[in-house]
């Protein structure tokens, strides 16, 4: 399924650029804007200036355009920054959506900006006061020549914006075209997440009529279908706003069906959504042909409060800075809107059908049958490439649908949802299962049938939309069973299909694909069908606080980077991490339906005209701009280049910050600083003061540290040391083994050894198997002979525990127990692997049952180094240390002969947590001078190990040449996680 969407939306695109590269149209001629003031200068400036606008080498729009199509450009600019203080911060992101997004105005002139949308990150509450962002915006684009009509914005959890893309300029794109590859993005993303920052979109938007409103909660008449549409309108703040269609030039031929006669984007405030129900409901019957979308304010920290910002030229001294109530913009004449939304929920158990329910309340269901095959089919079918669970290979084929059919057939007795939703968890992986507990998801099907498509994602790549409308269960009721979705969100109707989901990053991933997919699909169809094509000026993006690069597996930017792939010749996206989205699930899907609030989504909103305006492309004026200065000999010639000298390419994360040596400068937590909150599905981010980690491994430290913190208010320290003296002095309990020893018999002889490690999951791919069974892994790496076994116990990065340390203990013992007879099993010692900061770490080991331990010699101070390896002698275990450079290894000097056991060569990344994928790191550490003077110091009696995708290395050509070339280099032997080491 994944490589057929690739396909597929790989095959629209290269359809696309076809199209657009086999039309050329002629110039545009001159124009002026009596919109803006907007420069014109010479006539060969002129040409320059109209290659400004999207041309149909970029855009189909061209194709379908009108001869009598007006010719002022609708602009969409955005700027940011993440200045520490917040005028510089609001200076700094006006003059780049400025200088870099809008076209240049004429000299003493001023242009006029019809929006503002800001977004202020919550962060900078205790430096600056949040009255002080209006003023300062305003006075910074008046100063570039600019005046704002409109403003509205909101403080925020993160910010989400662009800039031009310098490999665009020189008409780079064009040239890709011509040789069939693929399209550079014309802007660059950048997500900032629980960061001082600002962003803003400036909007120019030629015969659209833009008016801003302010309701508070109370003010929203709850009486909508018995109330005069003008009261109604006063009482929202819309009085005087009128949805008339706007007259296209040709109508009859470029009028889009689709098309909206006015759009609403809502910014309310978290306090709202009790009320934001009754304003949809409103909207949607006073404006029933109208677009809908917006975000819920949010906050780095559940601490603040958050503000909402406003301002209308009408009324140039109500600037209003605001806690309470939703702020609007209605949006009226030469505008198209569409908008789509990712949920992220993958469906997960059968088809059901409602049998009794009422309101927001579901009390029984019962399986259909029919839908649940059709989905069975489908599941199968992509999941033949996927890995089997290992207890359903000892299960043949008939056992698994036997048993499948007979768990559905007491499905098809009607039962309270929860009994199913427990049955239903029991089949779902360790990941799923964890979900469920945490947050129960109800899909209902928005109309029509399930047709050849019942898959979620084959049906979005067809371009029909989602087949569920995903609801978060707001309460249970433990004596009936019966669920209750949030007040005014759905009325439950019978025999309503019904589906459970949870929410998993690969799907989402997958989902994202397949959304934009049907996006380009219904594009291609309506330019093939004649319809006026829609050509985006610029693309909102409002993902929740849950979202971003920790639910995309530390992929900064994932969401933003996926829409720029699909809308490579946008110009400008922006947006900000909100605590809800508002809007309908597809706009333009045959199951268009009323906007609601999702709580845990991605929602997307691109702008366009429907006359088919051109687009200012900033690339293209940016060359204009340098050629006409070149010509002005009144200029300087620093200013002329000195917006140009900050393009950089923002999709490039930022470095983390090292030493003369190399190594990562790590920062210890704050003592002040506060924990994340999780509320429902949302996470409300972290305290005000709270810094930014530079790197994985400072993250991974701070996580750490908390978690620890946590540990020590349940058991103190002195509680851990006693119960270990009570453990060496009670024959009935565990005792450490050596660990090193079975590894240097292993090794007899000049073999590789290797040593599994159990670990449930890795940071840069997620679970590792759809079942993480400790016992039955451990069990099987027993009998095959392992001589010591590996367990990762960090819950932070890896998803483990010490209770699996305890598991494999007890598995390896109890193989080795019934093997004993066979062919001489031995019981593997077990060494624990974590993220090791704290002696009262390692007394958690001891008790949990390791034999060993495996440190981070990067995460520790020298003298910390020594401590903990002194203490971890003291309690009986042996000390493996893992290295990712020669630095390291030098700081290992400290240590005196005989302190530590082991060491541990790394083929990881520690910035990223990624892996050298070429196997050159541990290869080049093995060959170090600074790993000779540690052999001569500890002598040959100390094995030295290899981890990091050593089994995956494929770069030395044959099967397993790479742990050849290792084993040449010094190395006892190899510890493997996620990939499995070639057979030799």
């Known amino acids: 399924m994944k490589l057929t969407l690739l396909a597929w939306s790989a095959a629209l695109l290269s359809v696309s650029v076809s199209y657009t590269t086999a039309f050329q149209p002629s110039p545009l001629q001159k124009t002026t804007n009596s919109h803006n003031s907007i420069q014109t200068g010479s006539l060969q400036n002129e040409k320059l200036k109209a290659s400004s606008f999207s041309d149909s080498s970029r855009s189909a729009s061209k194709l379908f355009m009108s001869s009598s199509a007006p010719s002022d450009p609708q602009v969409l600019a955005s700027g940011y920054s993440e200045q520490m203080k917040l005028q510089d911060a609001i200076q700094e992101a006006i003059t780049m959506a400025i200088q870099e997004g809008l076209p240049p105005v004429v000299a003493d002139g001023t242009a006029q900006i019809d929006l503002a949308v800001v977004s202020v990150s919550s962060l900078y509450d205790g430096s600056a006061s949040p009255s002080e962002v209006v003023p300062a915006i305003l006075a910074a684009t008046k100063e570039l020549g600019y005046d704002i009509r409109n403003l509205v914005g909101s403080s925020s959890g993160g910010f989400v914006s662009s800039r031009p893309n310098p490999a665009c300029f020189n008409g780079q794109n064009e040239e890709n075209n011509d040789d069939d590859e693929e399209m550079i993005r014309s802007c660059l993303p950048i997500e900032g997440e629980g960061v001082p920052g600002v962003s803003v979109t400036l909007c120019i938007l030629p015969d659209v009529e833009v008016q801003s409103f302010h309701v508070e909660g109370d003010d929203v008449p709850d009486d909508i279908g018995r109330l005069d549409p003008e009261i109604w309108k006063r009482a929202v703040g819309l009085s005087g706003f009128e949805a008339a269609p706007y007259a296209l030039p040709e109508e009859s031929e470029s009028q889009d069906a689709e098309d909206k006669d006015a759009a609403f984007f809502l910014l309310p405030s978290p306090a709202f959504q009790n009320d934001l129900d009754e304003l949809l409901r409103g909207l949607e019957m006073n404006f029933p042909s109208s ?206 299909r019904l589906r459970f989901f949870v929410r998993e990053s690969d799907f989402a991933k997958k989902e994202l694909a397949a959304l934009w997919t049907g996006y380009k699909r219904r594009a291609l169809g309506a330019n093939l069908a004649g319809k006026p094509a829609f050509n985006p000026t610029g693309c ?81 004026a940016a060359e204009a701009f340098e050629n006409e200065e070149v010509e002005d000999d009144t200029e300087e010639p620093a200013e002329d280049e000195d917006w140009k000298v900050t393009q950089i390419a923002t999709d490039v994360e930022k470095k983390a910050p090292r030493d003369e040596n190399g190594e990562l400068i790590i920062k210890r937590r704050e003592v002040h600083s506060g924990r994340s909150l999780t509320v429902s599905a949302v996470e409300w981010s972290v305290a005000e003061k709270a810094a930014t980690p530079s790197s994985a491994l400072e993250g991974f430290m701070w996580d750490k540290e908390t978690e620890v913190d946590r540990f020590r208010e349940r058991v103190p320290l002195a509680n851990l040391v006693s119960q270990c003296k009570l453990q060496n002095v009670d024959p009935s309990q565990p005792k450490p083994r050596d660990w090193i020893g079975p590894v240097m018999e292993a090794a007899k002889g000049g073999k590789f050894v290797l040593i599994p490690e159990c670990k449930r999951m890795e940071p840069i791919s997620g679970s590792l198997r759809k079942r993480y069974d400790i016992a039955k892994i451990v069990t099987d790496f027993t009998v095959a002979g392992a001589p010591a076994i590996s367990v990762n116990c960090d819950a932070v990065l890896f998803g483990g525990s010490l209770d699996d340390v305890t598991a494999a203990r007890e598995a390896s013992s109890k193989a080795a127990l019934e093997g004993a007879s066979e062919d001489g099993v031995v019981v593997p010692p077990v060494m624990a692997s974590d993220l090791l900061l704290y002696p009262y770490q390692l007394y958690k080991m001891r008790l949990a049952g390791a034999d060993a331990v495996n440190m981070v010699t990067a995460a520790l101070a020298a003298k910390d180094l020594l401590y903990l390896t002194k203490i971890a002698q003291a309690l009986s275990m042996q000390t493996m240390l893992s290295v990712t450079s020669a630095a390291q290894i030098k700081a290992l000097e400290i240590i005196p002969a005989g302190g530590i056991s082991g060491l541990v060569v790394s083929n990881r990344e520690l910035e990223d947590y990624s892996f050298d994928m070429t196997g050159q790191q541990a290869l080049q550490l093995l060959q170090s001078e600074e790993l000779q003077a540690f052999r001569e110091k500890h002598g040959d009696g100390v094995p030295i190990f290899v981890e990091g995708r050593v089994g995956l290395v494929d770069t030395f050509g044959e099967p397993g040449a790479y742990l050849e070339a290792l084993h040449e280099a010094g190395a006892t032997g190899a510890i493997v996680g996620a990939g499995v080491a070639p057979d030799e």
Request: with cysteine; aromatic share 6%; hydrophobic share 35%.
């Open 291 to 496: 677009h809908i979308f917006g975000a819920i304010a949010s906050t780095v920290s559940s601490l603040s409060r958050a503000r909402l910002f406003r301002y209308q030229a009408s009324d140039p001294d109500d600037i209003q800075t605001l806690a309470d109530g939703c702020l609007g913009v209605a949006l009226s004449g030469d505008l198209r809107v569409k908008t789509m939304i990712a949920q992220g929920a993958k469906p997960v158990g059968g088809v059901y059908q409602i049998v009794k329910g009422q309101e927001t309340t579901i009390q029984a269901i019962a399986l259909d049958e029919t839908a649940t095959e059709l989905v069975q089919e489908e599941d199968e079918e992509e999941e033949e490439e996927e890995e089997e669970e290992v207890d359903e290979k000892t299960m043949s084929a008939e056992d698994r649908k036997a048993r499948m059919a007979a768990a559905y057939a007491k499905a098809r007795i009607p039962k309270p949802i929860l009994a199913e939703a427990n049955f239903v968890m029991k089949n779902l992986s360790d990941d799923d299962q964890s979900f469920m507990r945490k947050a129960l998801l109800v899909g209902l099907e928005r109309g029509g049938s399930l047709g050849r498509s019942p898959s979620e994602l084959a049906r979005l790549a067809e371009g029909k939309g989602h087949q569920y409308t995903v609801h978060q269960v707001a309460s249970a009721g433990m004596k009936d069973g019966s669920v209750t979705l949030s007040l005014g969100s759905v009325d439950i109707k019978r025999g309503t």
């Open 540 to 620: 909102f993006l409002f993902p929740t606080l849950d979202r971003g690069s920790k639910f995309f597996m530390g992929n900064t930017g994932f969401e933003s980077g996926a829409a720029l792939d699909y809308l490579p010749t946008v110009p400008c996206l922006n947006g900000f991490f909100s605590n809800g989205v508002i809007g309908s699930l597809q706009s333009d899907s045959p199951q268009s339906e009323p906007a609601s609030l999702y709580g845990s989504a991605s929602g997307y909103v691109l702008f366009g005209s429907k006359s088919g305006r051109p687009i200012y492309s900033p690339e293209a």
